[in-house]
């Protein structure tokens, strides 16, 4: 699943801290959203909101109409100043898909080519980099090492630098793996491709965006973010403490640059979604590129999704104080942009529960639930070790009368069951769903949580 600037990670898999928005998803149903859906919405938004696990603003659209347009929380809240759709936000890695199609954008203008050595336009690049490619960039394949995971970033991120210092942080050190042999996140390759875009366009990357990207778009409303200029209607960065929100910590945004440093609105994104995907930027040849998954699922800084006939064009983000998501569905050209001035995972929870409200789907929230009884004979039939990647099982297992699940290096949790092969954790966030054979014997199950359904065969 998509990373983000932020250097900490949580885990991805059974959370091991409860969140206040607990999101069930049913199998998406064919009719369109109606004026209730967009109610539902806005129900769903404000129980996390009420609850104070979401500050942000949130906007649907579908086919050029908007559903939902709706402000949550404060803006700043020494001043008590309400969000809405126009308060600028910083996208965090969202901002990557904005260097990403700038990259595309000059390999159309014939500036860059995505397959020829980095070297060309970086010519003091290290040997070990010799391989390396714009596009292996693009696609978090390149194998450079992530300089937000070094044990020093907390302590250089309040720093100001300009890119070759950013670069030199990482440039020594060896390469993860082979380029475009795997997979691995890396905020590093898009410190890359901002100094690429610098060098072969001419311009400096917050530059280049705005009048190639952010201009022709009608995006005023959009930018590098810097401390030292006055924004109208920027919002406060906060973060959960032990005893209530606080101040989010610093960072200079010299750091992101192109990883994580723009800002921007859920109106003018609205107007990025439908640009983009409507071949205002790009022509069909470059988005196909730019929307073709690589490895895991990732394209070129886009996550692509397929199911039940459907396709979904999404990424997060995450940075110092601000959560962000966004998602296109190109076939009823539907948007969801969710932007977050507390940090948090309900950004992308939300977005997910709001792509399924918007494709007609359901919505369940904990205070809608209710616990059945099953009977021992149907927990025991749970039992056993499923496999969710090659090194990490969940083992589910009956104790005390009472079905739990336990991933490896955590604790055990309880299943609480609301229909037959149906379940819920209340300790973690996160739904479990038993799949069966033609036979009907269990034989695997499906993991719900953080927006993302992860399947598990039973060994």
Known sequence: ??????????????????????????????????????????????????????????????????????????ANREWNIPNDGDVKFRLGSLSKQFTAVAVMLLNQQGKLDLD?????????????????????????TAGVPNFTAFSDFEAQKTRPATLPQLIARFRDRPLDFAPGSRFAYSNSGYVLLSAIIEAASGQTYAGFVAANLFQPLGMNDSGYDRHDVILPRRASGYAPGADGVVNADYVDMSIPTGAGALYSTTHDLLKWEQGLFGGRLLNAQSMTALTTPVRNGYAMLLMVSEADGKRLVWHNGAIEGFNTYMAYDPGDRTAVI????????????????????????????????????????????????????????????????KLMAQAIGQPAFELTAEAEDAFYLTAVDAQITFTRNAAGAVEGLVLHQGGHDMPAKRQ
């Open 116 to 140: 020829a050595p980095i070297k060309t336009w970086l010519p003091d690049a290290p040997a070990a980099w010799d391989a390396i490619t714009p596009r292996h960039l693009l696609s978090h």
């Open 338 to 401: 969710v932007l977050g001035n507390l940090n948090g995972e309900a950004p992308g929870k939300l977005g997910a529960a709001l792509v399924t409200l918007a494709r007609g789907g359901t919505v369940t929230l904990p205070s809608e639930r209710r616990a059945v009884a099953l009977s021992p004979d149907m927990l025991t039939a749970y039992e056993g070790v499923y496999n969710l990647a090659p090194t990490f099982a969940l083992t589910i297992s009956v104790v005390d009368g």
């Open 1 to 74: 699943m998509p990373h983000s600037f932020l250097a900490r990670r949580r885990p991805a898999i059974l959370l091991l801290a409860a969140s206040a928005l607990a999101l069930t998803l049913s199998p998406l149903a064919s009719r369109p959203a109606a004026a209730q859906d967009a109610a539902r919405m806005d129900q769903v938004i404000r129980a996390s909101s009420d609850a104070d696990a979401f500050s942000g603003a949130v906007l649907v659209a579908r086919d050029g109409r908007i559903l939902l347009d709706q402000g949550y929380g404060l």
